[in-house]
């Protein structure tokens, strides 16, 4: 699955994944791991300070702003969130080379990204289905797909259609 809140969330701007995974671009567009949200920062990649110089910058909300987490994700997070599902993809091919990737791109609204990323993965040879194909109704209905207003996860009912919909079109294809 791959829901847009993912962006912000690799690129390390949601306050309750403090020790989450860590990962930078590298020059050829790949995305490696570089520790974890908590470990020390680093000032433009270049200079580690200690971190007491990090608790205490990270008292000003304009440091937070620029450098820190608490910034709206940008087009530099949507291409590590595309580099990340990438060497997924590679990931998968390499240890499980029988496999086939997929990505369910959960659509439903009206965000230009979701057509970037399912454009992007396309380029990248990466088989996309969008929620909204699996299950017709969800823009116009996706409360009922959820366990409740307050969590927004997907609720059994979803979780069944999306096992027929992947026991039928993904499943039975890669059988055949």
């Known amino acids: 699955m791959a829901i847009l809140e993912h962006i912000p969330r690799v690129a390390g701007l949601v306050r309750w994944d403090k020790h989450g995974p860590r ?8 995305a490696i791991q570089d520790g974890h949200f908590d470990d020390p920062g680093r000032l433009f990649d270049r ?13 000003f909300l304009t440091w937070q702003r620029f450098f820190g987490r608490v910034r709206e994700a940008n087009v530099n997070d949507l291409a590590l969130f595309l580099a990340v599902i990438r060497e997924s993809a590679k990931y998968t091919s390499l240890h499980y080379p029988h496999s086939k ?13 979701l057509a970037v990323i399912e454009r992007e993965l396309k380029k990248a040879g ?14 116009t209905n996706s409360m009922s797909y959820v366990l409740s207003a307050h969590d927004l996860h997907p609720n059994p009912g979803l979780h069944k259609q999306l096992a027929d919909y992947l026991a039928q079109h993904i499943f039975e294809a890669a059988m055949q």
């Open 47 to 59: 200079w580690q300070g200690p971190k007491w110089i990090e608790t205490a910058l990270g008292n």
């Open 126 to 139: 990466i088989s996309v289905h969008r929620l909204t194909s699996i299950v017709p109704d969800f823009a």
């Open 23 to 30: 990962f930078k671009l590298t020059a050829t567009g790949t």
């Open 101 to 113: 990737f997929s990505v369910i791109l959960w659509d439903g609204r009206d965000d230009a990204r």
